[in-house]
């Protein structure tokens, strides 16, 4: 999985490129070539939808996820990693809401033949691209319940 | 309505509970929204809301945070903040207390190329401390001035707040960012009053610099800024110019900083890419967050709660500006509790419509909010940016010596609110001026 994650960091990177050279393209063509173009925003709003959440996963591997910690971080150590075995759970269970919600949107996609209205690019693969981020998100979270359930789970000569 | 209060007081619990329990805040508001429009209208019906989602992330407006966020992180990761220290402290340090202003002002400039307010503070922390103990400048003083420093980092432009305040609200990005400027140099002024007069009554407090920086040292140390400098005037220029929307101005600013970095600061390929996964983390971070705010904003609109919120406030028969006092006192509160980012993304789809209904502007509004959620952060007993200011004071400073000190910034902020309440202009003359 981290290797997977580091790939996906590296997908990101690319993609924070290519809003970055989109939205310049639109910018120098306009300001000194006299020529705009009417599909730049879509382009870059399309690579930042696959860019939020394909590196989603490498952010919670990283505990870089914001969140409101202080009640936890006073828990005696058997507590906390009960607490976060649950909410790693419960945060799997809602990922994976979201990624069936997404697939409905996906289905409905295909189905239409969905494009941008000036790019006219097809809207379905940016967000199948999305949506894998959000499967490795909640595969990642799966992974954080099973190491807090070990931990919660471990008997006590153990830890020390 | 009973019934309504009654639903209120459980979607409120239900975050509480979520948010208490050290779930990842995106969880928090996803999974009350969910949870919420599951009760109300069936699990079917969740499953159907894919596009709200999907419309979050194809956001046109949240593109300009991957733009100024990577402008940021590689003015960070390059030290271009060490750079910002020297030129204040050689312009400033001489001046009553001016080494503690110095640390004020560096902090207003750092809001333009640091992502946050919490690095912002942490890197000028560390460069000024070892200053201030040198001098032996007063804990009590400098400390408060640090925590002050926070909530003007935020305001001034590009500030990845007005960001996610525009896109939460349908607020215009770019008056926004023109609306930070008065406010932010008011409580600049402010506050380096408040401590010269201070210094003035007992010089102590902030004892002079050794010696006097020569007028070549000044200007040796603004061309070293110049690049920051040069990068700020061509965003905020381009958008007042009309060379580019503020959405554009963001690649610009990160296409700016890039050359800055390669011409000034020679070629590190690693310190680009400790730029560009430090931009990943926060980015997707901040994206995440709003997948879940905007389920959670839903279950509101959905419930009919924004509606019975309104009929909360507008119903107390009180002026209009209790009912703000009222919103900033909540949102104090809550910002004992809770991150800037939450606080923003819980606070704006319950707070909009009592302001809209109380006839106050969404750009005046947003600029309270953010100065508001940031002085919330200095407030105890969680306040993130205490701990970020006694993470790099020097051993045995308490939490609440530091509140203490910033006491008298955070009433200086409530004057500024007060003021901007009552002359609203304060805020909406320089974006007005920018669109005529």
Redesign the interface.
Known sequence: MKTINELM?KV??LL?IG??VV??W??IGR?FFHAPTSWY?EV???L??C???L??A???Q?E??????????RLPPKW?DG??F??SV??LI??L??V???????G?SLKQHRVTDNAILPISPF?IA?TLGLVL?AIQFGIRARKHYVLWRRPPQQSN | MEGMAWQLILVLLLLAVFLLSGMPLAISLGGTGIVGIMILKGPAYVFNLGFVVWETMFSWSLIAIIGFVLMGCIFSEFGFGKDIYDFVYKWLGHLPGGTVISSIVMCALFGFICASAMAGISTVGKLAVPEMERLKVSRKLYSGAFAFGGTLSAIIPPSIWMIIYCGLSEASLGHMFFAGIVPGFLLVILGSIYISLRVMANPKLSPPPPRKYTAKEKFEALLKISPAIITFLVVLGGIYRGFFSAIEASAVGAVMAFLCALVFKGRSFSVFKGAFKSTVKICVMIYVILIGAMLFSHLIFLSGLKEFIVSIFTGLNVPNMVVYLMILAIITILGCLMDVLALLVICVPIFMPIVEAIGIDPILFGIIMIIQCELAEVTPPVGLNLFIIKGVLPPGTTLGSIAVSAFPFVVISWIIFIMMYLWPQIALWLPSFITR
């Open positions: 960091l990101t990177y924070i809003i970055v939205i310049m639109e910018v300001s925003l870059a709003s399309l930042g939808a860019s939020a959440t590196a989603a490498y952010v919670l990283e870089a996820h914001l969140g409101v910690d202080f009640i936890i971080d906390r607490s976060l649950v909410t419960f945060g809602i990922t809401i979201i069936v919600m997404l697939s409905k949107e996906i409905w967000q999305s998100l």
